[in-house]
DNA sequence: GGAATTATTGTCAAGATGACGATAAGTATT
DNA sequence: AATACTTATCGTCATCTTGACAATAATTCC
């Protein structure tokens, strides 16, 4: 019976989840107040050890549930990138993969005062703001944030930000967001709506709304998460954010 | 003093290096032959334990040399994915960090019989004959090949599998091979040559080829890798492979 | 020297893009 | 109810990009 060396060195090994959504216009990431040493009181990412017998992805999702109080958290979950082991964390070598949740902008419920805070922040005021994070996790998320912003490019996952139903101006309210710049709402109504196999028409329009009522679109089937089916999420063509 | 929890569950992490290369106008990826349990006698990815104190891409980078006998592995190393750490290696949880790398055709020095013997292996070949890799190997490749044929789309990384020079047609039999598909040559040398940010030329030409002789060219200044600098590794307009 | 081979420059129609005008269909205001 | 306002949607047009393919250039091969 074949065993691992007995020599082997094991690493703690961490999930960090960066969850995006977007509100108020801007994008922002879920973060919590850490509760527990190192960098107590410091704002950091949701996330934390993997246990024995667990997979990466359902690590990920426990520790979002935990931490959020939400029981089925939305959206789109990836894996980002593996960070470390080396000089990530003052305890000694730990290593981490991040996850990237895209996400509508669901409640966060507020824990109690022993528990870590979990809420949303702006992105901008993260990273420009004197908000220094715990850990690595800055750059964990600039490069998150970064993937973000081309997957907007190369997949429909930015309808993965909205609800099952949005509006073209909703979608486009997601991309100016992430992308950070004003998008002429013409053009890409015309690119939304005519790129083939991105969304579908409901039928349903908004009402109430001030303007004109807007139609209801979601998610073209292909494009959606099938049951243990990986998504072909490849836009073609792709919607590029202007360059300047 | 803060310090792990004691219950904290601890992983041996590997890393495992798909590197790719393009011989005889098709992608190969180099792989080992194991000579212990388990899967004795079965190709799989080059790779090992991460090492106390040692970063992934130190760890890659080492077993790279390690198991080809090269000391200065050429080519462009990422981080891919990783796998695990439950359900990949009968002897227990294992994770894994896989890594992509675009190398020019280097030759694998062959270890002795005792070592494990490394070689290029067509892709194709791999993949579809029976050659049944070991571990989730399988499926690491295909997520490696995927992953190298959509760099080529957006990044310049194409030409890290040539060598320092190389003329436009060595450049496009890369596309093709990673791609699978025979491009036009005019309208790559268009592409190619028209993309600001791309090439150089070095002023040379080939000499002794049939035919006409062909201009050098080599990565343009802002694509090359800069010692310690993140390489804004971003083809605009991308070369985008045709989608039937 | 002529044939074969490969590189490179053009041409042209079709498709995609960015800027912006015009119209449609609601709500808010008077 | 009429008017103003707001937002959605459709259209136009010049420009850029793309794919298909003709033509020419500069070598080696025979």
Redesign the interface.
Known sequence: M????QA??????TVDIVALTVRDDALNVLLITRR???FRGRLALPGG????????GEAAIRELAEETGVEQVPGHLE?L??Y???GRD????V?T?AHLLLAPNFPVLSAGSDAEHAAWYPVGYVLDGDAELAFDHARILVDAVERAR?KLE?SPLGAAFCGDEFTIAQLRAVYEAVWGTRLDPRNFHRKATGNPGFLEDTGRMTVGDAGRPAALFRLAAEARPAAGEPVRAVL???L?RP?S
């Open positions: 074949a065993e691992f060396p082997l060195t094991r690493f703690p090994v527990i040493e190192p050890f993997v246990l024995a017998g667990e997979g990466l894996q990138q593996s470390g082991p080396r003052p305890r000694g070598d290593l993969v081309s190369y073609n063509p792709p590029m360059y």
